[in-house]
C-alpha cells in the first residue's frame, strides 16, 4: 500500500437546527469578536437570522460581510479581510455557499498571518497560522466545509486556489435545516457538484489517492445517488436534505485528500469566464469527460456505478457497466432540469478554444486525472458538450 496522509476538520457537528445553536458551538473557539462572512440572498432571505440571534445570545460582537458573489473575485476577499481587521476580529464564521466558505477561510488565513495572498496561490504555499475558523455550509455541494482549498477569482476570469491543511477549519456545523428551502435548480447542480467531486476522488491519479477516501467517496454516492431526486422534487423531505448534506460532506473529504481532476479543469473557465454557477459548470461537461477517460478508466468507474444507481450491479463487464454509468449520469441531470448543454446557457460556439486554452492552466488538476488531457483533447471535450 502505498504511504497516504489524510486530513480533515477537526471536529463535525450534525444536527437539524444546529445553527440556532451556534452560539454556545463556538464562543470558547471563535473568541468574542467575529466576522460573520455570508452573501447578500441569503441575509436577504434571513436564512441568517437564527444564528445571528444565537451568537449575539452568547455576547458574541458580530461583524456581517454580506458581500460575497458566485465565483468570489480577490476584491471580495480584500474588502472582507479589512472588513475583519478593522473590526479585530477573534475568529472567522463562513456561512453559506461554497463561496462564502472559500472567502471565509483566505480572510482567516490573511488576518491571522498577515502574508500576502500572492504567496499562498498554489499547494502548501501558505505559511499561516490562521484565526479561528467555523464554517457552517447552507448548500449539499462543495463539502468546502472539510476542504483544504480555496477557489478565487482574479483578474480575467482565472481561477487560483490557496491549497494548505492550514485553512481546514476548527469546526464545521451541518445543518440539514439550512438547505429545506434551497430551489431546485440550485439544488441539482450542487447535488451534481458533490457527485463530481466523488467520482474525480475515487478515481483520482494522484499519488495521495487512499483507501479512506475511496471508501468515503462511495459512502457518499450511495446517499446523493438515492436522494438527489427526493431533495430536488420534494424540497422539505428533511430526511433526504440531510442525507444531502452528509454525502456532500464525505465527497467533500475524498476529495481533500484525493483531488478532483479533468472535469473541474474544464469547468472553471465555464465558470470563471461566463458566471454559470459551478455546479452546473460541472454537469454541462461531467459525461463527456468521463467519456474521454473511459479508454483508460472503465474498470474503476465500473466500480462506483451501482453505487450511484444499484441496478446496474447486474450488468456485466467493465465497459458496459461504465458507458451504462456515463448516459445514466447525463440523463440524471437534465431529469433533474439542469440545461444539457453548453450552447443552452449561451456560450457560443467561437469561445470553446479560448476555453481550452484557459483549461490548460488547471495543471494542478489535470495531473490527476486518470487520462492525459492536451489542448486539443479539451477542445473536443468542449465541442462534444457544446
Not at 43 to 66: M, N, Q, W
Not at 247 to 262: D, E, K, R, W, Y
Amino acid at each position: 500500500m502505498n504511504p497516504f496522509v489524510f486530513s480533515t476538520t477537526a471536529q463535525i457537528v450534525f444536527k437539524p437546527g444546529a445553527s440556532g445553536e451556534i452560539g454556545g458551538l463556538v464562543r470558547k473557539k471563535l473568541g468574542d469578536r467575529i466576522l460573520f462572512v455570508t452573501d447578500p440572498g441569503l441575509r436577504k432571505l434571513g436564512l441568517c437570522d437564527p444564528a445571528l440571534r444565537s451568537l449575539a445570545e452568547a455576547r458574541i460582537e458580530v461583524t456581517v460581510f454580506d458581500s460575497v458573489e458566485a465565483d468570489p473575485s480577490l476584491a471580495t476577499v480584500q474588502a472582507a479581510t479589512q472588513a475583519a481587521k478593522a473590526a479585530g476580529a477573534t475568529g472567522v464564521l463562513g456561512f453559506g455557499g461554497g463561496s462564502s466558505l472559500d472567502v471565509a477561510k483566505v480572510v482567516a488565513l490573511l488576518c491571522g498571518s498577515d502574508e500576502d495572498i500572492d504567496g499562498a496561490w498554489g499547494v502548501g504555499n501558505a505559511k499561516g497560522p490562521r484565526l479561528p475558523l467555523v464554517l457552517v455550509p447552507t448548500t449539499a455541494g462543495t463539502g468546502s466545509e472539510v476542504t483544504s482549498v480555496s477557489i478565487i477569482t482574479v483578474g480575467g476570469g482565472e481561477k487560483r486556489g490557496v491549497s494548505t491543511p492550514i485553512i481546514l477549519p476548527d469546526i464545521a456545523v451541518l445543518d440539514p435545516d439550512l438547505t429545506l428551502g434551497l430551489p431546485a435548480p440550485i439544488t441539482a447542480a450542487t447535488g451534481i457538484d458533490a457527485m463530481v467531486h466523488a467520482i474525480e476522488a475515487y478515481a483520482s491519479k494522484s499519488s495521495n489517492n487512499n483507501p479512506l477516501s475511496k471508501m468515503l467517496a462511495r459512502q457518499a454516492l450511495q446517499l446523493l445517488g438515492a436522494n438527489i431526486e427526493k431533495a430536488v422534487f420534494d424540497g422539505k423531505d428533511r430526511e433526504a436534505r440531510g442525507a444531502m448534506l452528509l454525502g456532500s460532506m464525505l465527497a467533500g473529504q475524498a476529495f481533500a485528500n484525493s483531488p478532483v481532476a479533468a472535469v473541474h479543469a474544464l469547468a472553471y473557465p465555464i465558470g470563471g469566464t461566463f458566471h454559470i454557477p459551478h455546479g452546473l459548470s460541472n454537469a454541462l461537461v461531467l459525461p463527456h469527460v468521463l467519456r474521454f477517460n473511459a479508454t483508460d478508466a472503465a474498470s474503476v468507474y465500473s466500480e462506483i456505478a451501482a453505487d450511484v444507481f444499484p441496478d446496474l450491479a447486474s450488468e456485466h463487464g467493465d465497459e458496459g457497466r461504465c458507458a451504462s454509468f456515463i448516459e445514466r449520469l447525463a440523463t440524471l441531470s437534465t431529469k433533474l432540469g439542469l440545461q444539457p448543454r453548453l450552447r443552452d446557457v449561451g456560450i457560443g460556439e467561437d469561445h470553446l478554444a479560448g476555453m481550452a486554452r484557459d483549461a490548460m492552466k488547471q495543471t494542478r488538476l489535470l495531473v490527476n486525472n486518470p487520462r492525459e488531457v492536451s489542448e486539443a483533447d479539451a477542445l473536443s471535450i468542449y465541442k462534444a458538450a457544446w
